[in-house]
């Protein structure tokens, strides 16, 4: 069973257009967390959400917003995507009171 | 401001030989865990290594082993008999308390038969 799962596995899109990426983790964590990898492979956190409340927002644009319908669920919307928006993007989960960080495959994020 | 350090964008080791790969962070906490992850061309991160900082023991499984000089602000990451399959690019990574992950820049590991 996958611990933590984004869908989908790549994303194609145009410049302008809205997209989402659907996270899920049924290990039962509290916190969950999106990343973005850029083309160097460097590695920044952009959201975290504890209980359903956001608890870091790393002055990612406006146009990036995460959504949590639940405990097991961080999906990330995307308005007017733009060139400099691709990127892989890393969904991850641990829990509240743990140490180890579960990652998803990662999605890939290819703006033309 | 937390950060991690590595300063060896890429490393190559000879199969079965020795490779340890450096990383420094900056922190005034005094609890705190450190990792390494592991990420092969499948993307996926992988969990390598942990270490709490309360701990004086270094932290070992199997052929992966750290130095953790806590003073000195450095975690280190040994790889011994280097295999084919640990070609991929490492990450240490910071977790505060509260549960906030910090990444390096990470370091690409080549394996050469």
């Known amino acids: 069973d996958t611990a933590v799962s984004q869908t989908p596995k790549y994303l194609v899109t145009q410049m302008g257009n809205d997209k989402s990426i659907k996270c899920e983790q049924n290990?039962?964590?509290?916190?969950m967390y999106w990343y973005k990898q850029d083309s160097k492979k460097f590695l920044k956190i952009m959201f975290s959400y504890n209980n359903k409340e956001l608890i870091i927002n790393e002055t990612v644009p406006n146009r990036f917003s995460p959504k949590s319908p639940d405990k097991a669920h961080l999906n990330l919307h995307i308005n007017s995507l733009e060139l400099g928006d691709s990127a892989v993007y890393f969904c991850?989960?641990?829990?509240?009171?743990?140490?180890?960080?579960?990652f998803g495959q990662g999605t890939r994020l290819t703006v033309v | 401001a937390q950060t991690v350090t590595q300063s060896q964008p890429e490393m190559s080791v000879q199969e079965a030989e020795t490779v340890t790969l450096s990383c420094t962070y900056d922190?005034?906490?005094?609890?705190?865990?450190l990792f390494w992850y592991k990420q092969p061309p499948s993307r996926q991160m992988i969990l390598v290594i942990r270490q709490e900082a309360y701990k004086q023991q270094n932290a070992t499984e199997n052929r992966f082993s750290v130095n953790f000089q806590k003073a000195a602000k450095s975690f280190s990451l040994k790889i011994s008999d280097s295999q084919l399959g640990d070609a991929a690019m490492y990450f240490c990574?910071?977790?505060?308390?509260?549960?906030?992950?910090?990444f390096g820049t990470g370091t690409s590991l080549t394996v050469i038969p």
């Open positions: 922190t005034s906490e005094s609890d705190y865990y």
């Open positions: 290990l039962g964590h509290d916190t």
């Open positions: 991850a989960s641990s829990p509240r009171q743990g140490v180890v960080a579960f």
């Open positions: 990574a910071y977790r505060r308390p509260g549960n906030q992950f910090y």
